[in-house]
Each structure stands twice: as C-alpha cells, then as structure tokens.
Nanobody
Framework: QVQLVESGGGLVQPGGSLRLSCVAS????????AGWYRQVPGKQRELVAA???????NYADSVKGRFTISRDNANNTVYLQMNSLKPEDTAVYYC??????????????????WGQGTQVTVSS
C-alpha cells in the first residue's frame, strides 16, 4: 500500500519561508516524477512545481525564483522550499507522484498518487 504524506505546512508571515516534505511510503518502488499542487476554496487545483522522470523541473510563473522543488531518492522524499512567501500563496498544498517498480530488467509504472494535503497560511 503506497502512501504519500505531506508535512511542513503552517502559519508564516509575509516574506517568510517554509519547507514542505512529501514522503512516499511502501515497498520496492522509486519516485519517477512528482509535483506540488495547491488549491484554495472555490478554485481549481493548480500546479506549483514539478519534475519529470528526466529531471526537468518546471514552475508556475507566480512562484519562479521563490520556490524550489527537490528530491531525496534514497528516502523517497520530495521537498518544496518556499521563500519570500506572499499572502496569495495561502492554500492547501498537495504532493503528487508517479512511481516506478523495478523487477529485474523490467520496469512497471504507477501514476497519480496524491497526498492528503498540508495547509500553508501566509498572514501577518
């Protein structure tokens, strides 16, 4: 049973920083690609940052230069470092991951695992 668990959210003042973590637990897989999304009430979930299986990263224009996505392959963990936070960054942040299982020379992929979300509130 695969689970993604986010942590690191909270209340921070404008201009502050937070680091979100997403740990994928389970057996015998690696994270192939992953992303962070966010959602506010009444709006669609939007992509914040992601990396592809080839290691290419992309960011929403609104967070470029402020947020950084990274990974720890050994611990199946994805991070989102958020700096210079603004009130408009307030949202529930979700982690999504695509996984790869290796069985000898073969690879098997599973897609679109989501975490439960972590609240980020930027307010003075």
């Amino acid at each position: 049973q695969v689970q993604l668990v986010e942590s690191g959210g909270g209340l921070v003042q404008p201009g502050g920083s937070l680091r979100l973590s997403c740990v994928a637990s389970g057996n015998s897989f690696s994270i192939n690609a992953a992303g962070w999304y966010r959602q506010v009430p009444g709006k669609q979930r939007e992509l914040v940052a992601a990396f592809t299986s080839g290691g290419i990263t992309n960011y929403a224009d609104s967070v470029k230069g402020r947020f950084t996505i990274s990974r720890d392959n050994a611990n199946n963990t994805v991070y989102l470092q958020m700096n210079s936070l603004k009130p408009e960054d307030t949202a529930v942040y979700y982690c999504k991951a695509d996984l790869v299982y290796k069985l000898g020379p073969a690879k098997f992929y599973e897609y679109d695992y989501w975490g439960q979300g972590t609240q980020v509130t930027v307010s003075s």
